[in-house]
Nanobody, 122 residues
Framework: QVQLVESGGGLVQPGGSLRLSCAAS????????MGWYRQAPGNQRELVAA???????NYADSVKGRFTISRDNAKNTVYLQMNSLKPEDTAVYYC????????????????WGQGTQVTVSS
């Protein structure tokens, strides 16, 4: 099976920066796409940023110009560099990946990390 392990969350002041990491491990044939979602209390989970295997990226309007998603294919790891953080960025951030298993390469599966808390507060 596959595991997604996130790291890098924490408490930061408004205007500060954080870098989230998510490493995928297991019986992986290919990772089609990786991304970050977030969920604040009382809100639905929303897409923050995504990157596909070819390198194309997609961002939520609320984070464009402030967040950057990148990927290290050799390490099966995705990063989210978050700059100019705002209190409204406070949420649990979840890593997501669309992965083809070595045992079933014809059918991609959706995987989620356990979530990491990001709190932006003075």
């Amino acid at each position: 099976q596959v595991q997604l392990v996130e790291s890098g969350g924490g408490l930061v002041q408004p205007g500060g920066s954080l870098r989230l990491s998510c490493a995928a491990s297991g019986s992986i044939f290919r990772i089609n796409a990786m991304g970050w979602y977030r969920q604040a209390p009382g809100n639905q989970r929303e897409l923050v940023a995504a990157i596909i295997s070819g390198g194309s990226t997609n961002y939520a309007d609320s984070v464009k110009g402030r967040f950057t998603i990148s990927r290290d294919n050799a390490k099966n790891t995705v990063y989210l560099q978050m700059n100019s953080l705002k209190p409204e960025d406070t949420a649990v951030y979840y890593c997501n990946a669309l992965i083809r298993l070595a045992t079933m390469p014809w059918s991609p599966n959706d995987y989620w990390g356990q979530g990491t808390q990001v709190t932006v507060s003075s």
